[in-house]
């Protein structure tokens, strides 16, 4: 079957600026990176501070181009010039909910904007539909006409999900999403997380350091290392039965896999 996103060789490299110009090295954020998010398949990517996720992901998302290798998303070419499906199809949650969230517009005008800037949704309730989404994120619909300021950490997390689903996507993209929060905030977030991708059948691609997060959320995982991947597989099998020093490191700090109690 073909992969939903698939990377080939991605490289990624960046100028280090030096004391003289003419001095400058490179550091190799990305290097032939190989990976697939399978149908029908959740992906972890884990890894320290520093491995080269926040790079890969610019680039499996079209946001920077690579200085090698290629991205496809169901089989078509995906490049920043030519995104083609990957924006109707993908939703993106970031780490720092409020900065994707326009301060000056309340919450209702913020997730209504994907639907009047995407095909097929002219002929749709768009005030339904963001009532629908945050009904479905444990917000109160009537608090729509709110702006983020007004809303916890928690619930301006809860609202960047709603507005990330609310173009329909196959595939949820879902980059540290509960770092900024605290710990119980944090349990009751994966847990919807959970319940929405099975009830939609989202497929997640999702970016943390949090072990037990990625255990408890995805089927497969890649290590990376230094821009590399240190080991990649069914998420059980490299948790239970690490190869590589990268995945045995990230399991020995935390000893055994954290439980995400609701």
Known sequence: MT????AAGLRRTYPVPGPRPWRRSTREAVVDVDLALEPERSLALVGESGAGKSTLLRLLLALEVPDGGSVRFRGAAVTPRDPGRLRHDVGVVVQDAGS???PRATVRTSLREPLECLDGWADVD?????DELLAAVGLDPEQADRRPHQFSGGQRQRIALARALIANPSVLVVDEPFSAVDPATRAHL???LGTLARRSRLQLLLVTHDLGVADRLCDDVVVLAHGRVAEAGPIADVFARPRSTAA??????VGRLPEVRA
């Open 100 to 102: 994707s969230l326009d």
């Open 126 to 130: 768009h005030d339904a539909r963001v």
């Open 190 to 192: 994966v847990d919807l």
């Open 3 to 6: 992969p939903v996103l698939e």
């Open 248 to 253: 045995q490191d990230l399991l020995g700090a």
